[in-house]
T-cell receptor
C-alpha cells in the first residue's frame, strides 16, 4: 500500500521568511496530492492540492510542486506570517483513500 | 448542509467499556472515511465506505472495532472493550466518488480511556 514520508517534523522560521515542507510517496499509481493545515484542537483543513498531470500550482503565498519521476512533492509558503503557525500534513491517494504524512509543525516567530 | 458532523465531540470512558461514535457526512457525498489521530501524528486510515458498502479496512482496525453505514448516509464506529491505547481523536471525512472530490473532515470525536 501507499506510504508517505514527510520532513522536517518541525520547522521554525522568522516572519517574512519562506518555509518548505517535503514529502515522498511510494505508490506510483497515486494521482492526487493535497496539503492540509491543522490548528490545535481543530479539524484538518485543505489549503492546496495538486493532481498528477500538473507539475506546479500556486495560490497567493502558497505553492506546491510535484515530481512524479522522483515521487516527491513539496509545499512552499512565502512571506510567512505568525498565523501560518500550525501543523501541516501532506497526503497522497489514488482512487480510494488519502494516506497522510506524519506532519510538520511550523512555527513562525514575529 | 453545514458539513461533516461528528458526535459526541468528547467521550471519556472507563477501560473495558464499549463506545460508539456517529458521523453524518455531507448529504450528497457517497464516500465516508474513518481515521484515527494521536497527538503529534498524522491521521491514520481505519476504514471507508462507498454508500453502504465497506470497501476497505486497515490492519489497525482490530476485531474490537466495527463500523457500519446501514443506509449509505450516517456511519457509526464502535469500539468494544476499550483499552487505554484507544485514546485518540477519531476523525470522519466524506467525499464524492473519490478522494479528490470535495474531501471534507468533521471536527472529530476525542476519546479518552481512563
Amino acid at each position: 500500500g501507499e506510504n508517505v514520508e514527510q520532513h522536517p517534523s518541525t520547522l521554525s522560521v522568522q516572519e517574512g521568511d519562506s518555509a518548505v515542507i517535503k514529502c515522498t510517496y511510494s505508490d506510483s499509481a497515486s494521482n492526487y496530492f493535497p496539503w492540509y493545515k491543522q490548528e490545535l484542537g481543530k479539524r484538518p483543513q485543505l489549503i492546496i492540492d495538486i493532481r498528477s498531470n500538473v507539475g506546479e500550482k500556486k495560490d497567493q503565498r502558497i505553492a506546491v510542486t510535484l515530481n512524479k519521476t522522483a515521487k516527491h512533492f513539496s509545499l512552499h509558503i512565502t512571506e510567512t506570517q505568525p498565523e501560518d503557525s500550525a501543523v501541516y500534513f501532506c497526503a497522497a491517494s489514488g482512487f480510494q483513500k488519502l494516506v497522510f504524512g506524519t506532519g510538520t509543525r511550523l512555527l513562525v516567530s514575529p | 448542509d453545514t458539513g461533516v458532523s461528528q458526535n459526541p465531540r468528547h467521550k471519556i470512558t472507563k477501560r473495558g467499556q464499549n463506545v460508539t461514535f456517529r458521523c453524518d457526512p455531507i448529504s450528497e457525498h457517497n464516500r465516508l472515511y474513518w481515521y484515527r489521530q494521536t497527538l503529534g501524528q498524522g491521521p491514520e486510515f481505519l476504514t471507508y465506505f462507498q454508500n453502504e458498502a465497506q470497501l476497505e479496512k486497515s490492519r489497525l482496525l482490530s476485531d474490537r472495532f466495527s463500523a457500519e453505514r446501514p443506509k449509505g448516509s450516517f456511519s457509526t464506529l464502535e469500539i468494544q472493550r476499550t483499552e487505554q491505547g484507544d485514546s485518540a481523536m477519531y476523525l470522519c471525512a466524506s467525499s464524492l466518488s473519490g478522494p479528490s472530490l470535495g474531501y471534507t473532515f468533521g471536527s472529530g470525536t476525542r476519546l479518552t480511556v481512563v
